[in-house]
């Protein structure tokens, strides 16, 4: 089912912001009228409202703190973030949050909207990050996430990288991960994130019943992969 | 056993630590390094060790020097101001000669400053920081996987100089995510301490950790014994890498992220033709001046990339004493320099040159 509000959650640096963008660009796509919701409060890099204006030219508009205070490590909500949930000409409404439950947290304030409107909740796992390596540590992580948001996760992307040193068959060893944590709790895999660089290599491996999300990385600087 | 993960810097500092043998940790949070202290408290009740959250910098710092004073691989890290609440602690502990491991991932100052990553904290890293005639080794890892490598260098240099060591990075540092090799270090064995203080034993002479030399000789002579072991360790601890400078005419010196960045837009300079190499101080202290001192007496010119004013480039210009022109680029706003920055400073004192001709 098709929800107007998407939640992208998970653990420190596995990709959430990346993915919501991405994922705001590709609802825009479609014709809605999208909000991104930078609800990062725990770390002040690699946020998306650091890619404001790139997004407002997409007709995208991004909610975070208050202008002034975008690089200040304070947790302050703005409140146009309940005008954004509130105004129907809104039509998807992405989520970005910060990591591990200490960033979910943040959530649970705007639980209501939640409870009434509908939600998907997706979370993003890479099997190379400390602590989503096995089932167990990604498990726990999932039922932290869940009790400190107040919500149920509906969605696994699965974003099995080892950044430049991704291969085919890394890719295929975290899937078993993936696939694995997947049938434990009972959440389906929605997307398998690959960085559009990646893409070309990995797509003949990836298996056909999965819908594969293209990313262009656009938080990483491109020295960092000299 | 080798495991292959994607790692953030600061989850580095942490894991590198612990494989090190660190089983203590005190600190007290700062942006831009809070994913250490967060790592460590998960962390540390897994390996048997033992995590703190101290009410400050002072205090952190001080059960360093108690910890380490007891025999016990032990560390702090923080960021720029709270490294500068340290700095008494710092030099106490240099003068009671107790190993220890320092990091700080840098953010922008002076004052409270910014959470944007900075080079501004050279001076105070390899100048003292803290009062009287001491020393820290500096290590200045570039990357995720050195960061891992570097923790191991700092407890082992540590022990056998009985010294504190800081590892120097920059916020970017702490925040990019690499793939990494986590190992098992073979020979990790922390050396007998005979000097700790954990308790009498009879017999055996008393035990004191103390940085107080009240008689003027007593003062002198720990003075003479920290100043023969600093030049033993210049002497043997001097680490650098180096990357295409045999034919180079030009040679950007940068450490920590500035070289990343500075290796990128040499690159892109060298496919148009021009002569430049890389230098990179793994150890900011001591510094490489001898190897530096040889390149500028085969005629190499310097151009020094940092993110600040120019801290550095003292050293460099020390090291090279006027034998060759030494350049300066920065940006010291709380921004790292782009790639495309460097490379057009390159090119401009290739360009300068041509205009001297």
């Known amino acids: 089912m098709e929800q107007r509000i998407t939640i992208i959650g998970g653990a420190y640096g596995s990709g959430k912001t990346e993915f919501s963008m991405a994922y705001a660009f590709h609802e825009a796509k479609k014709g809605y009228q999208v909000g991104l919701i930078d609800l990062d409060i725990v770390n002040p890099y690699f946020r998306s409202r650091d890619q404001a204006e790139e997004l407002a030219g997409h007709g995208i508009t991004v909610v975070s703190t208050e202008p002034g205070l975008e690089n200040a490590d304070i947790p302050a909500l703005s409140p146009r973030i309940y005008g954004l949930l509130q105004d129907p000409f809104y039509q998807r409404v992405v989520f970005d949050v910060g990591g591990d439950p200490v960033g979910a947290r943040a959530l649970g304030r705007?639980?209501?909207?939640?409870?009434?409107?509908?939600?998907?909740?997706?979370?993003?796992?890479?099997?190379?990050?400390?602590?989503?390596?096995?089932?167990?540590?990604?498990?726990?992580?999932?039922?932290?996430?869940?009790?400190?948001?107040?919500?149920r996760i509906t969605g696994i992307v699965g974003n099995i990288n080892l950044g430049r040193e991704t291969t085919p068959e890394i890719w295929l060893e975290g899937l078993v991960l993936l696939e694995t944590l997947s049938d434990t709790l009972k959440i389906p895999i929605v997307y398998q994130m690959v960085a559009s660089k990646y893409a070309a290599m990995l797509r003949p491996v990836i298996p056909e019943k999965y819908a594969v999300f293209e990313v262009d990385l656009r938080m990483r600087p491109a020295w960092l992969d000299m | 056993m080798a495991e292959r993960i994607m790692m953030k810097g600061n989850e580095a500092f942490a894991e590198g630590a612990i494989k090190a043998g660190c089983h203590f940790f005190f600190g007290y949070p700062i942006t831009p390094q809070n994913e250490i202290p967060e790592y460590m408290s998960r962390r540390m009740p897994e390996v048997g060790g033992t995590f703190i959250q101290a009410e400050s910098e002072v205090s952190a710092i001080n059960m360093v020097y108690g910890a380490g004073g007891?025999?016990?691989?032990?560390?702090?890290?923080?960021?720029?101001?709270?490294?500068?609440?340290?700095?008494?602690?710092?030099?106490?502990?240099?003068?009671?000669?107790?190993?220890?491991?320092?990091?700080?991932?840098?953010?922008?100052?002076?004052?409270?400053?910014?959470?944007?990553?900075?080079?501004?904290?050279?001076?105070?890293?390899?100048?003292?920081?803290?009062?009287?005639?001491?020393?820290?080794?500096?290590?200045?890892?570039?990357?995720?996987?050195?960061?891992?490598?570097?923790?191991?260098?700092?407890?082992?240099?540590?022990?056998?100089?009985?010294?504190?060591v800081m590892v120097l990075a920059d916020g970017l540092l702490g925040q990019m995510m690499e793939p990494v090799v986590l190992r098992d270090w073979e020979d990790l064995q922390i050396p007998e301490k005979p000097w700790a203080t954990t308790g009498m034993v009879s017999g055996k002479p008393q035990s004191v950790i103390n940085s107080l030399g009240l008689a003027p000789e007593e003062l002198e002579n720990l003075n003479l014994r920290l100043q023969k072991k600093y030049r033993t360790i210049e002497e043997n601890g001097v680490r650098y890498e180096e990357d295409g400078v045999e034919d180079a005419e030009l040679i950007i010196v940068a450490y920590g992220t500035s070289a990343r960045v500075s290796k990128s837009a040499i690159a892109k300079a060298r496919a148009e033709g021009k002569k430049v190499g890389l230098f990179r101080p793994i150890t900011l202290w001591p510094f490489p001046s001898k190897r530096l001192a040889e390149l500028a007496e085969a005629g190499k010119r310097f151009m020094a990339v940092e993110m600040s004013a120019g801290q550095m480039i003292e050293d460099v210009k020390l090291a090279v004493n006027g034998k060759t022109e030494v350049e300066f680029y920065g940006r010291y706003n709380g921004a790292i320099p782009s790639v495309t920055e460097v490379y057009q400073a390159i090119i401009k004192s290739f360009d300068n040159r041509e205009v001297q001709k």
Not at chain 1, 121 to 141: C, F, K, M, S
Not at chain 2, 113 to 127: E, R
């Open chain 1, 110 to 151: 705007f639980n209501p909207y939640f409870a009434t409107a509908g939600y998907q909740y997706w979370i993003l796992v890479n099997p190379y990050r400390p602590g989503t390596r096995n089932v167990q540590e990604a498990t726990e992580l999932i039922a932290k996430l869940q009790t400190a948001s107040r919500l």
């Open chain 2, 70 to 164: 007891a025999g016990a691989r032990a560390m702090t890290s923080s960021s720029s101001p709270g490294v500068s609440l340290k700095q008494e602690g710092i030099s106490y502990i240099a003068a009671a000669e107790v190993p220890c491991v320092i990091v700080n991932v840098a953010r922008g100052g002076p004052g409270l400053g910014g959470l944007t990553p900075s080079q501004a904290d050279y001076f105070q890293a390899v100048k003292g920081g803290g009062h009287g005639d001491y020393h820290m080794v500096v290590f200045a890892p570039a990357s995720v996987q050195e960061i891992i490598d570097l923790m191991y260098e700092a407890f082992v240099t540590a022990d056998k100089y009985r010294t504190p």
